[in-house]
Each structure stands twice: as C-alpha cells, then as structure tokens.
Nanobody, 122 residues
Framework: QVQLVESGGGLVQAGGSLRLSCAASVRTFNNYGMGWFRQAPGLEREFVSAISWSSRTLYADSVKGRFTISRDNAKNTGYLEMNSLKPEDSAVYYC????????????????WGQGTQVTVSS
C-alpha cells in the first residue's frame, strides 16, 4: 500500500509561483511513476504532468513552459514547480502514483493523495 501526502498549496496572486510536494510512504519509490492531476469545482479531474521512474516527463498543453515536474527518489518525494500561475490554474491538485506505464488518464494510476488546494487570485 502506498500513501501519498501532498503539501505546498495555498493562495497566490496571478503571475506568482508555488511548489507542490508529494511525499510517498513506500520503500521502492523509484519503481513508481508519479503524476499530478487537478480538479476545479464542477469540472472533471484533469491531467497536469507526470514523471516516470527514469524521469521521463509528460505535460498537459495548458501548463507546458510554466510547470516543471521532478522527483527525488532518495527522499521519496515528487515535486511540481508552478510558475506564471493563472486564475484558471485554481483547483485541488492531486498527486498519484502508478506501477503501470506512465499515462495521462486517472485510471492509469493506482494510488492517490488527498489533494491540496491551489487558489490563484486575479
């Protein structure tokens, strides 16, 4: 069983930055791919970014060039650096882990965190 705990969310003005962290309680974190999804009120959960065990990365078009995903396997932690934030980035951000092939669908992930709120004011 993998437990994921997100942190780093908060309120920021448009154009600002936040860094989200995802701490995983698993010994073999480097065996897992990791992803970030987000969900705004009334909308479906959408893919944001993902990183494989070998640090191959995927990004949604809406965040390319602004967000950077990374991981520190020694710390069992993944990160999402978010820059040039826009009000439309406001959502609950979820960390997810997968033992399967890295994907962009929520069904591609086995484990989920509880989420952290990101609010971007205009």
């Amino acid at each position: 069983q993998v437990q994921l705990v997100e942190s780093g969310g908060g309120l920021v003005q448009a154009g600002g930055s936040l860094r989200l962290s995802c701490a995983a309680s698993v010994r073999t974190f480097n065996n897992y791919g990791m992803g970030w999804f987000r969900q705004a009120p009334g909308l479906e959960r959408e893919f944001v970014s993902a990183i494989s065990w070998s640090s191959r990365t995927l990004y949604a078009d809406s965040v390319k060039g602004r967000f950077t995903i990374s991981r520190d396997n020694a710390k069992n932690t993944g990160y999402l650096e978010m820059n040039s934030l826009k009000p439309e980035d406001s959502a609950v951000y979820y960390c997810a882990a997968t033992t399967m092939r890295l994907g962009v669908k929520w069904a591609d992930y086995n484990y989920w965190g509880q989420g952290t709120q990101v609010t971007v004011s205009s």
